[in-house]
């Protein structure tokens, strides 16, 4: 089978594609036929080194893919052999084959397509336990959503709406505003031209956001804590700028704040019930048509270094999915 190859930590255009063994299906383990492959931010830092999880080269990159499962292992009751599923991978998903643990895959729902379905996991999973269980969203709170045209930002902007917030989008061009209004975001910020501060003071009246959605960290971490209504919940998603930042901790004293960590792996593990019940309800908002997840291109498998340079880049608009043939 044909695989993408991390074979040095470094940058995208040091991947390649070569042939390599189909994976066996041990105890436990689900084979999967890939049929597309979802591209995530974690996937750039990953092969460089850089993410919390750090394979040995060579490894294949990509964390989630959708496909039809071709093989099951010893023990595995709830899948068989035909079965369409979506499933984390934690790396390996850009390859014609990957072989997971059960407990990682789900059923693909019947309104899903194989790209839908290969890029939804990711961002909707993270974005649902992030307001749900992290920040505790009410309905009539103002949420306020930076890097809100990227993957996550947009799921956000989507679940926010769905459980009844106001919602503020702020990202780094028009496009990508333009896109976060399609999903629902009220009120839009370009911060690239005005500054966030003002146009958040503008917007609340003064009296600042309930919960911010962060998933770039930096200088915009810095700017939104001073932003906070007061028993406001900042949300550290993640650092797409690159700089893990410092929360002044008289900050969250003036204004009886929180800085929440949000880390879906480790809650999909601490906590499945809880997990099962985030996607029944995000699987039944998908085929109720109130969730529409935005696929900004379609790439083959041997794309994928141009498909990891363009998120790295920030030229992303919603997802890229990578497609496999067969």
Request: hydrophobic content about 45%; charged content about 25%; overall charge neutral.
């Amino acid at each position: 089978m044909k695989a993408v190859l991390c074979k040095a930590f470094g940058p995208p255009e040091t991947l390649s594609v070569e042939d390599v063994p189909v994976p066996d299906c041990g105890p436990g383990m689900v084979r999967i036929r890939v049929h597309a492959a979802g591209v995530n931010f974690p996937d750039t830092l990953i092969i460089e080194g850089k993410y919390q999880l750090r394979p040995e080269p060579p490894f294949a990159p990509g964390a989630e893919v959708a496909g039809v499962i071709d093989a099951v292992g010893d023990g595995v009751t709830e899948f068989k052999v035909g079965d369409r599923v979506m499933a984390l991978t934690g790396w390996g998903a850009f390859a014609e084959q990957v072989v997971v643990e059960a407990d990682r895959a789900k059923l693909m729902p019947d309104t899903m397509d194989f790209p839908t379905a290969a890029g939804f996991a990711m961002t909707y999973g993270t974005s649902m336990h992030a307001l749900k269980q992290r920040g505790r969203l009410k309905a009539g709170e103002t949420l306020l959503v930076l890097g809100a045209g990227g993957g996550v930002g947009l799921t956000a902007v989507e679940i926010g709406r769905q459980m009844g917030a106001r919602v503020i989008a702020a990202a780094s061009s028009a496009a990508k505003l333009d896109a976060a209004r399609a999903a629902g975001a009220e009120e839009v910020i370009d911060y690239s031209r005005e500054s966030l501060k003002d146009r958040v003071k503008e917007l609340t009246g003064g009296r600042g956001v309930d919960v911010v959605y962060d998933p770039v960290g930096g200088d915009l971490f810095d700017q939104a804590l001073r932003l906070m209504a007061w028993n406001g919940r900042l949300l550290v998603v993640g650092f797409a700028s690159g700089r893990i930042p410092q929360a002044p901790a008289n900050l969250m004293l003036l204004k009886g704040s929180e800085v929440v960590g949000v880390y879906w792996g480790a809650f999909r593990k601490a906590e499945p019930e809880a997990e099962r019940r985030n996607f029944e309800e995000l699987f039944a908002w998908h085929a109720a048509g109130r969730l529409h997840p935005r696929i900004d291109r379609m790439l083959p498998l041997d794309k994928a270094a141009e498909a990891l340079t363009a998120l790295r880049d920030r030229a992303v608009t919603g997802k890229i999915v990578l497609t496999v043939d067969g």
